[in-house]
């Protein structure tokens, strides 16, 4: 059974730094492409990066230069690097993982920042 199991979430202050991990049960891991999304209190969920089996990363307009997403394809993990964090930016954190026609999602992480 494939997993995805997110961890790093937690309250922060504004400006502060939070750390998020992906662990995916895929055995071809390194194949898939890997992406983390957020879904706020009452809005539809929207991508925040990507990086693809290449490595290839992309971002939403509102997180470029704030996040970086990176993956360590030998431990089967994505990461995803926040800083500079902002109220807008609390929202539960879900890790994807897509290749071909199969994805995956895990069951998300919270992240609040707040002062």
């Known amino acids: 059974q494939v997993r995805l199991v997110e961890s790093g979430g937690g309250l922060v202050q504004p400006g502060g730094s939070l750390r998020l991990s992906c662990a995916a049960s895929?055995?071809?891991?390194?194949?898939?492409?890997m992406g983390w999304y957020r879904q706020a209190p009452g809005k539809q969920r929207e991508l925040v990066a990507s990086?693809?089996?290449?490595?290839?990363?992309k971002y939403a307009d509102s997180v470029k230069g704030r996040f970086t997403i990176s993956r360590d394809n030998d431990k089967n993990t994505v990461y995803l690097q926040m800083n500079s964090l902002k109220p807008e930016d609390t929202a539960v954190y879900y890790c994807?993982?897509?290749?071909?026609?199969?994805?995956?999602w895990g069951k998300g992480t919270l992240v609040t920042v707040s002062s």
């Open positions: 990086i693809t089996s290449f490595s290839t990363t």
């Open positions: 895929l055995s071809t891991f390194g194949t898939y492409d």
């Open positions: 994807h993982g897509v290749r071909d026609l199969r994805d995956y």
